[in-house]
């Protein structure tokens, strides 16, 4: 949906005029499986065209889209989208599973932007990108904002972009298997796969622009995305055998320019490097929780990042030139 025609077309599932109330945001859900029916067992869609889980349909969601995890962060960006120039309200659904779309104009310009909640972990990274993929017409640019734990030193609290590339850091099943595990690594890491690069340094300086405290609120490097918040991302526990009080030991040294752990960037990145030149992807996450000295953010700090960071990143999906996602 590059410009407004589609989304003309198209009536809001849910229409929003306040968009701070998170509890219709919520409340309003596109019908459940049971109810669908579906076909196609490859690529189901039902009679409407809608996805099997984000349960949007073609006109629904822009060619820019902002993937953050968290419904709350959505809700919140949403205040930067608006309602299209012939007065349709900006478009907001609920998947029965839980994913959101929101899709309206920025500013006074008429290009759009879908803000989409990706929840957690790396499938449902795949269900956003695949399923967005299959109801957008052309060329498209994901950036994800999320949040992380920051692993260098004084990081807490800033934004963590993986300009330099992300990897992925998951459990190995069989190194916990007691007769054939011996020897095998209880953790594997990945190689980097690279963010698009006009994306990404749209992001970094929309970053600089728009965060209150500029270059100090920025730090670029390596990220790490995790199969689990718990076991890879070195968290300790009595409850399961998991041999990870070294992992985080063990990552530095690996990637000694790694600076975060989230749990989708990579499915992003890799999935747009799959994607034959058709989509362009960055991503950038706020340090929530500093590993090394066990610290937290404020839920005020957190949301003032979020606002200043997901203006950033509308920003920089909206001054992106959907013809250069080839590289
Ligand atoms: C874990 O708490 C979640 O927070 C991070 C991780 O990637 C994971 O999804 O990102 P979001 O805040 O975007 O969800
Ligand atoms: N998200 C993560 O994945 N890890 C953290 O430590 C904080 C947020």
């Known amino acids: 949906m590059e ?14 005029r306040t968009p701070r109330s998170r509890s219709r945001l919520v409340s309003r859900c596109s019908l ?13 869609l039902d009679m409407e065209g809608r996805t099997f889980h984000l ?44 994913f959101s779309v929101t899709t309206g104009v920025v500013g006074d310009s008429d290009t759009t932007v879908s803000i989409v909640t990706t929840l957690m972990g790396l499938p449902n990274m795949d269900f956003v990108v695949r399923e967005a993929r299959a109801v957008v017409d052309g060329p498209m640019a994901v950036v994800r904002l999320g949040t992380c734990g920051a692993l260098q030193p004084g990081t807490l609290g800033k934004i963590l972009v993986p300009a330099e590339g992300c990897v992925l850091v998951h459990r190995n099943p069989d190194a916990f298997i007691d007769s054939e595990g011996e020897g095998l690594s209880p953790y ?6 690279l963010p698009h690069p006009t994306l ?11 965060l209150p405290a500029g270059l100090d609120g920025l730090r670029c490097g390596i990220n790490c995305t995790t199969d689990s918040f718990y076991s890879s991302q070195g968290r300790t526990s009595n409850a399961f055998d998991d041999r990870n009080e070294n992992l985080v030991q063990q990552v530095m040294e690996e ?34 929780a500093e590993r090394a000295n066990n610290e937290f953010m404020s839920p005020k ?9 997901g203006k950033a990143a509308i920003d920089a999906l909206v001054g992106f030139d959907l013809s250069k996602t080839e590289l």
């Open 55 to 98: 349960g949007s349909r073609k006109g629904e969601v822009s060619n820019r889209i902002l993937s953050v995890g968290d419904a709350a962060r959505a809700q919140l960006l949403s205040q930067f989208l608006k309602p299209f120039p012939n007065g349709d309200p900006v478009f907001n659904m609920v998947s029965s599973r839980g």
């Open 188 to 193: 594997l890491i990945s190689r980097p796969v």
């Open 3 to 16: 410009g407004t025609a589609r989304a003309r077309a198209v009536r809001p599932l849910v229409a929003r």
């Open 301 to 309: 700090q957190l949301v003032e990042m979020e606002e200043a960071a």
């Open 255 to 288: 990637i000694p320019n790694a600076v975060s752990f989230e749990m989708e960037t990579f499915q992003l990145l890799h999935l747009a490097s799959c994607s034959k030149g058709t989509i362009a992807a960055a991503a950038c996450a706020i340090g929530l």
């Open 200 to 210: 990404c340094d749209n992001l970094v300086s929309e970053l600089q622009n728009t």
């Open 32 to 44: 459940g499986s049971k109810e669908r029916q579906m076909k196609d067992a490859n690529f189901p």
